[in-house]
């Protein structure tokens, strides 16, 4: 059997896990396994975990009377990647592999897995969902007189967006060149002296400001023709008294109340989704103890559900604002979308699905939260799902 090449590393985006949501065919094979970031006697540790992973797919495959050859072609990648060395070597904290017809896709993420596979006609994603909770995206903008810098980044992620047909690349672009002739001469002379007063020229303070203002300005012009239509926090990465000047000429409405008080030249990518995240984190984390409180308060109201047939109607209409799952657990069962009917089973079968997974990927389908909680960490004791709707529906009399 010949399958396409589509291996992937690196962090998984939003979009990737949509377009791995809508795949609905035969024997996807989706794998979680925890790895470790260096280290010789690791790196053999985690191929020997692989091994034993794809000899229990192997089995798996037997059940649909697949013959040797068609399994081991068909499982060909994954091998290919046990046997690389050199693969293993450059891991994370979680490794997330998605095979099937059309080839494999792998992720390294700096988040940690419970070892897993699933085989079924659709990827299993519950795993990662949560990333995009505390990992929602946020703009970054780093500036100064001789840059702007403008990033898109999320807790473990970060790109820089090209904006030079949009915006100044500096001062200069916006007053030429003379600028820096100005400021040569309104700096002080050995003596102490001001150049410009030695030469009469009083202004020369006021129109660098008037020229540090249409910079300025020329920046915000830029940035709201990119930004119209979004409503994602932007985080200011700047000195102090930039700050103040963007903020008097700046139309975006969603820049972040904090900013990194810092110039942010000569730093390196890294160190700015550092410094960023620091001042974010606060920010996303608040929505998870927001959607906790409400549903501690709420629990006894139509805006709380904790079956799975309620649950998961819920889930495939949109109504489900935050879905907390217990991590270490799932629910083999059916569900008819068309009857709404919920079947839960006490084991896997061929004929079943994970219902937790098929919750999650709905939710987070339709713009809800998904968090994947410890036992002793759920909002609810005794409940390993808990749905917080978007609106209520009282129950049918």
């Known amino acids: 059997m010949e399958m396409k090449e589509r291996n992937t ?19 996807c094979v989706s794998i979680f396994l925890p790895t470790m970031r260096t280290g010789i006697e690791i ?27 068609k399994i081991k072609d068909y499982l060909q990648p994954l091998t ?31 988040i940690r897995f419970r070892e897993s596979y699933y085989v079924h006609d659709h990827f299993y994603l519950k795993p990662v969902l949560s990333l995009f ?10 500036l100064n007189l001789k840059q702007v810098k403008l990033y898109e980044a999320s807790r473990f992620s970060i790109n820089e967006i090209k904006i030079d047909d949009l915006v100044p690349k500096n001062v200069q672009d916006v007053v030429g060149y003379d600028y820096e002739q100005k400021t040569l001469q309104s700096r002080p002379d050995q003596g102490g002296r001001m150049k410009d007063a030695m030469h009469g020229h009083g202004s020369g303070k006021d129109d660098k400001d008037e020229e540090i203002t249409a910079f300025m300005q020329a920046v915000n012009n830029g940035l709201t023709e990119l930004l119209n239509n979004e409503e994602i926090p932007l985080l200011l990465f700047t000195e102090a008294q930039h700050k103040g000047e963007l903020d008097k000429v700046f139309d975006y409405k969603y820049v972040y109340s ?22 974010m984190e606060p920010y996303f984390m608040k929505s998870l103890r927001e959607y906790y409180d409400q549903i501690k308060e709420k629990q006894a109201t139509d805006y709380v559900a904790k079956n799975y047939a309620d649950i998961l109607p819920a ?14 657990k799932e629910q083999y069962g059916s569900y008819d979308g068309q009857a709404h009917n919920v079947q839960l089973d006490s084991e896997k079968t061929d004929d079943n699905a994970a219902l937790m997974n098929m919750a999650a990927v709905q939710t987070f389908l339709h713009n809800g939260a998904v ?16 749905a917080l709707y978007r609106y209520a529906i009282p129950d049918k009399v």
């Open 133 to 142: 909770n505390n990992d929602r995206r946020f703009y970054i903008l780093a």
């Open 9 to 27: 590393t690196g962090i998984i985006s939003e979009a990737k896990v949509r377009e791995l949501a809508k795949v609905h065919q035969p024997f």
């Open 258 to 279: 904090d900013y990194v008080q810092r110039n942010p030249e000569g730093l390196d990518i890294q160190t700015i989704h550092q410094l960023a995240w620091e001042k």
């Open 80 to 110: 290919d990647l046990m046997e690389d060395g050199n693969f293993w070597r450059r891991q994370l904290d979680g490794l997330a592999l998605f095979l099937n017809a059309d080839g494999l896709e792998y992720f390294s993420l700096p």
């Open 315 to 328: 889930a495939f209409e949109g109504r489900v604002e935050a879905l907390f799952l217990n991590e270490g």
């Open 371 to 386: 968090f994947l909680l410890d036992s002793e960490n759920m909002p609810l004791e005794e409940s390993d799902i808990i």
């Open 43 to 69: 790196e053999k540790k985690q191929q020997i975990r692989f091994k034993n992973i794809l000899k229990a797919l192997k089995e798996e495959f037997k059940k649909y009377e697949w013959n040797e050859k």
